[in-house]
C-alpha cells in the first residue's frame, strides 16, 4: 500500500484543536472520541498535527496534540480496511 493515509481518529474522550501546536496555544475547537480527521502535516517535533476543519465562517485550520505525555495517545492512525 504505497498511499500513506493521513486519517486519524480520536481515541480520547475529547481533544483540542489549537491555533498553534503548543499545549498554551489558543483552543479554537474541540473533536470528540470516535470522530475521524484528516492530519495534513506534522510539526518538528512529529507530537503536533495540522488539521483543516470547517466552522460556521467557513475552513479554518488549527493543531492537534497526538499523544500526551500523561494521558496517552489521544488520536491513532485509522486502519485502511479497504484495502484488503
Not at 499545549?23 to 502535516?41: D, F, M, P, T, Y
Not at 512529529?46 to 483543516?52: A, F, I, L, N, S
Amino acid at each position: 500500500n504505497s498511499k500513506a493515509s493521513n486519517l486519524y481518529e480520536v481515541c480520547y474522550s475529547s481533544v483540542w484543536i489549537r491555533r498553534e501546536p503548543h499545549v498554551e496555544a489558543a483552543q479554537v475547537s474541540k473533536r470528540i472520541k470516535g470522530q475521524q480527521l484528516n492530519i495534513e502535516e506534522f510539526d518538528e517535533s512529529g507530537e503536533w498535527g495540522r488539521v483543516v476543519f470547517k466552522t460556521s465562517e467557513g475552513m479554518d485550520e488549527g493543531w492537534m496534540l497526538l499523544t500526551h505525555p500523561e494521558l496517552g495517545a489521544l488520536l491513532r492512525p485509522v486502519e485502511d480496511a479497504e484495502s484488503v
